[in-house]
């Protein structure tokens, strides 16, 4: 006697327990169905056949008995099994369509061959044959509400014929059809039936289940009559080319191990999402307002936070990154400071670390132009002064060596000395100036610099040459301070290392001397700025956050809406892990979208605050590193609701509301 496809032993149902009252469904059915054979299940409402149908079709566990399919125990399988089961075995046509109303008819059918891992042209063509051949040919791309009742249960056969369909549960196939369509879907079963598919119809219309060869009628939960029994014949007249239980079992177990083409599923979902959202726009714009702000301030203030650093990394950077400062200084306070010579200075400016060395002669001093006084910083330097400093002369010109050699009593000034002593002279050039009652002519103005730190201008500033200020003024050969620029901006500290290491031997070991740069006080400040940038950067996370929340909220909402779409892809073969993808790539496709609207949202706003004169400086990495968190935030928020429609029931899935 050959196998049969479906083997009921002793199976039973029942719903409650614990705190609820315990209700009985299913009291021990036994049941076996074969190849080709039409079933028609028929009992008033409430007798336990529709529930019968779902664990026939793998969509529910009964509470106790053996459920064998094709010779194998159904109660071994895991929950990809199954559903590995009903994509394959199993094609579902219900009494209310049960078709994704946002998909169109096409999509609708090619949606089990999709968790099939059927390649796109194969199934796209499969799809287009199948409503043809049921007389949809021009309604491919209609979605449901464009569809007629008839219509959409044909939308549900060719549904259940998409992966082959060899055993097609239809739950009151005509229950929800006028007289025409319902002898229209009924013609068609009786095809498939022909054709060799199994047909178990639920139904509690007898005229309906006259149709079949084998009426099964149940009530209370138990089987009360089989006309197999009293016409052994009916169930043994198997249809011609009907797939037998041996070549069924087969054929699931060459693809047990199959778990379909992600590629295909992931096209499918993105696809999906991007419906969803289009569909529901005006509620997605209000989510993705919140990752669009979000993203937008993040990459707006970490910009401002970059740009305030260059900002005044340039203005310190002006004063020189690779300038170190030599002067004497006491060893102790009982002791006078060491004196830095010139001969010093020449012994220094033959070290390969040392790019450029100025002597500087210099202290504060009263200028007069006219009636006008003030005071200024008059320092003796060299030629060398506008290379170390970076300082060009923005009128006139600098002082030349040969005036340097002939001590010439001539000035370049600064530019708050331009403003305070010689505003009202159009061209100061030529004129003079009395330094402690000294005449020098004015030769050059100073570009303005502003003011390095605290109250030091360095505006403020009178340049003269070296040797005119140790015999005119000061009436000392020895430096104040020694200005020495590093050949090498990145090796300041090595640099102090070599000029220590000499000025240690020139002062036989004595440490009367003293060293400082630039460059401690510029990375301090940067890591200032950094950690201001960082603290802003915080702040508008913030509101990233709030917008994922915000997706989380609505992938609830979405959950709870198309928790019957959810049950409907359970029936027609999704996995767990196929869901979970589904409402995962929507939570990420709101992110996706909304991190690039953010980013130019942001961008706008960068103009606009570079037109009105605001430092920003944007950063590719703020900008991939604000878009990988809002692409994460969709990940995290949306993990949530996703697991919650993968761990649906598909029964209680298809019968929500």
Request: charged share 20%; glycine share 10%; net charge negative.
């Amino acid at each position: 006697m050959q196998t049969p496809l479906i083997d009921l032993q002793d199976i039973r149902k029942s719903y409650g327990g614990d705190d609820a009252p315990e209700v009985h469904v299913l009291r021990g059915i036994d049941l076996s169905i074969h190849a080709g054979e039409f079933v028609a299940i028929v009992g008033a409402s409430g007798s336990g056949k529709s529930t019968l149908m779902n664990i026939l079709g793998c969509l529910d566990r009964p509470t106790s008995g053996e459920y064998r399919f094709a010779g194998e125990n159904v109660a071994g399988l895991d929950s990809d099994e199954l559903a590995w089961l009903r994509r394959e075995a199993f094609g579902f046509v219900f009494q209310g369509y049960h078709l994704i109303p946002s998909g169109s008819a096409q999509e609708n059918v090619e949606m089990p061959a999709i968790y099939a891992g059927t390649p796109a042209a194969e199934r796209h063509a499969r799809a287009a044959a199948l409503l043809d051949r049921l007389g949809l040919a021009e309604r491919t791309g209609n979605r449901p509400h464009q569809l007629s009742g008839g219509q959409q249960q044909r939308v549900s056969i060719a549904r259940a014929l998409m992966n082959g369909g060899h055993i097609i549960l239809a739950d009151e196939p005509t229950g929800a059809l006028d007289s025409h369509s319902g002898k229209e879907v009924m013609a068609l079963l009786d095809e498939l039936a022909s054709q060799g598919h199994v047909v178990i119809l639920i139904t509690h219309d007898r005229e309906v289940a006259a149709r079949a060869k084998r009426i099964i009628e149940i009530s209370d939960g138990l089987i009360i009559s089989d006309n197999a029994h009293e016409n052994p014949s009916a169930q043994n007249s198997a249809t011609a080319g009907a797939l037998q239980a041996v070549d069924l079992r087969k054929r699931l177990s060459e693809g047990a191990e199959a778990t379909g083409a992600w590629k295909g599923e992931l096209v499918d979902a993105v696809h999906a999402a991007w419906r969803v959202m289009w569909i529901n726009r005006f509620r997605t714009a209000l989510t993705l307002l919140g990752i669009i702000i979000g993203v937008a301030s993040v990459v707006v203030m970490l910009a401002v936070g970059e740009g305030s650093k260059r900002q005044v990394m340039a203005q310190m950077g002006a004063f020189g990154s690779n300038i170190i400062y030599l002067s004497g200084a006491a060893p102790n306070p009982r002791t006078p400071p060491g004196i830095v010579t010139l001969d010093e200075v020449a012994a220094l400016a033959s070290l390969p670390q040392i790019n450029r060395i100025m002597p500087v002669n210099g202290a504060e001093a009263g200028v007069r132009f006219g009636n006008l006084d003030h005071m200024s910083y008059i320092g003796g330097n060299d030629t060398n002064f506008p290379a170390i400093f970076n300082w060009p002369v923005v009128e006139g010109s600098y002082f030349t060596q040969a005036d340097e050699a002939n001590g010439a009593a001539v000035a370049v000034i600064g530019k708050k000395v331009r403003d305070k002593l010689l505003k009202d002279v159009a061209n100061p050039i030529g004129q003079y100036i009395l330094i402690e009652n000294v005449p020098f002519q004015v030769v050059g103005v100073l570009e303005g610099k502003g003011a390095s730190s605290g109250d030091q201008d360095s505006d403020n500033r009178i340049a003269i040459p070296y040797s005119a200020a140790s015999v005119r003024l000061f009436g000392t050969h020895n430096p104040e301070y020694v200005v020495i620029a590093a050949a090498d901006a990145r090796k300041v500290h090595e640099t102090e290392k070599a000029i220590e290491q000499l000025m240690l031997q020139l002062h036989n070991g004595k440490r009367d001397f003293e060293l400082t740069n630039n460059a401690a006080m510029i990375q301090a400040e940067a890591r200032t700025q950094n950690t201001l940038s960082l603290m802003l950067g915080s702040i508008a996370a913030i509101s990233l956050l709030v917008g994922g929340i915000g997706v989380m909220n609505i992938m609830l909402m979405t959950v709870r809406e198309r928790t019957r779409e959810i049950g409907i892809r359970m029936a027609t073969g999704a996995r767990q892990r196929d869901i979970l993808r589904q409402f995962l790539t929507e939570a990420v496709m709101l992110s996706v979208v909304g991190g690039i609207a953010g980013i130019a949202l942001a961008l706008l706003v960068g103009g606009v605050l570079i037109l009105s004169e605001v430092a920003v400086a944007f950063s590719l990495m703020a900008v991939v590193g604000a878009f990988a968190c809002a692409l994460v935030t969709g990940v995290v928020f949306g993990f949530m609701p996703a697991r919650k429609a993968a761990r649906l029931d598909p029964v209680t899935a298809l019968t929500s509301e």
